[in-house]
C-alpha cells in the first residue's frame, strides 16, 4: 500500500524560509517522478514543482521560480520543498504526489496523494 506523509508546515512570516518533506512507503520511490501541489482556499489545486527519477531534472512553476527547491533523496524515500523568501500567497495546503508517468502539470496525472501540510504565510 503506496503512502505518502507530507510534514513541516506551519505558520511563518512574510520573507521566512520553510521546508516541507514527504515521505512515502510501499512504492519503489526510485522509480517515480513525484511532485508538489498546493491547493488554497476557494481555489483550484495547482502544480508548484516536480522532480524526475534522480533528481537532476527539476520543474516550477513560474511564481516560485528563484524561490523554492525541489529535491529527493531515494535513499531515504524522501522529497523536499525548500521554500525561500515566502509570500501570503503562499498560503495553502501542499501535497506531495506520485506521478502516473512522466512529469505533468495537471493533478490528474498524478495517483497517489498524502493528506496535505499547512502552510500559512502572514503579512
Known amino acids: 500500500q503506496v503512502q505518502l506523509v507530507e510534514s513541516g508546515g506551519r505558520l511563518v512570516q512574510a520573507g521566512d524560509s520553510l521546508r516541507l518533506s514527504c515521505v512515502a512507503s510501499?512504492?519503489?520511490?526510485?522509480?517515480?517522478?513525484m511532485a508538489w501541489f498546493r491547493q488554497a482556499p476557494g481555489k483550484e489545486r495547482e502544480f508548484v514543482a516536480a522532480?524526475?527519477?534522480?533528481?537532476?531534472?527539476?520543474y516550477y512553476t513560474d511564481s516560485v521560480k528563484g524561490r523554492f527547491t525541489i529535491s529527493r533523496d531515494n535513499a531515504k524515500n524522501t522529497m523536499y520543498l525548500q521554500m525561500n523568501q515566502m509570500k501570503p500567497g503562499d498560503t495553502a495546503v501542499y501535497y506531495c504526489?506520485?506521478?502516473?508517468?512522466?512529469?505533468?502539470?495537471?493533478?490528474?496525472?498524478?495517483?497517489?496523494w498524502g493528506q496535505g501540510t499547512q502552510v500559512t504565510v502572514s503579512s
Open positions: 504526489a506520485r506521478s502516473k508517468g512522466g512529469i505533468y502539470y495537471r493533478w490528474d496525472e498524478y495517483d497517489y
Open positions: 510501499g512504492t519503489i520511490f526510485s522509480n517515480y517522478v
Open positions: 522532480i524526475g527519477y534522480s533528481g537532476v531534472r527539476t
